[in-house]
């Protein structure tokens, strides 16, 4: 787990992640409002209770209509362990470019290995509606709480085992029959 964040947009703020490609995978569970994802060419509507998980190298935009209020949990991470994308840092990847003024942002080939095992474990995004349930936001809030606190200082191997382990808790929570998620 590389990012945690709750993120809570304003109405008539301008919601600035420009078009860009992944380096790694993004989980988005909307809590409240509307978020959409330009993914290609086709718009994804996301509402309070849908999440997506989105793919690395995939290009996208994300935004809020009419610059709409928004409430939702953001994680970054990988599906494969590889010591080699172990000190990515968030700023330098992602961070540094939501700015209102930047509309797209070209890839960095320090971060692309297309050799990588997490290249195309997952082929395309996913998206589930109405999933998200006060058991997949209180893990969301314990990967963030834990996030915050390592962040505070070096991350220790534990610090990375607890979010390692609310990120699998969180995995199968979705994946249970009571979700209904195919």
């Known amino acids: 787990v590389r990012f945690v964040n709750k993120i809570i947009t304003g109405k008539d703020e301008i919601h600035a992640c420009p078009m860009r490609q992944l380096y790694d995978y993004q989980l988005v569970c909307v809590l409240e409002g509307n978020l959409n994802f330009r993914i290609g060419e086709e718009v994804v509507e996301l509402y309070s209770g849908d999440l997506i998980i989105l793919p ?46 930047i509309n797209r942002v070209e890839p960095d080939e320090k971060f692309i290995d297309k050799s990588d095992r997490n290249f195309g474990a997952l082929k395309s995004f996913a998206v589930e509606k109405n999933v998200v349930t006060d058991k997949t936001i209180d893990l969301l809030q314990k990967m963030l709480d834990a996030y915050r606190s390592a962040c505070r200082k070096e991350r220790s191997g534990s610090e990375d085992l607890l979010l390692k382990s609310h990120m699998l808790k969180l995995f199968a929570l979705l994946a249970s029959p009571a979700n209904g998620i195919s």
């Open 56 to 101: 690395p190298f995939v290009w996208t935009y994300e935004f809020c209509k009419d610059n709409s209020f928004c409430k939702y949990y953001i994680a970054h991470f990988d599906f494969f362990y590889n010591k080699s994308r172990t000190g990515w840092q968030i700023e330098d990847m992602y961070l540094k470019f939501c700015r209102p003024w």
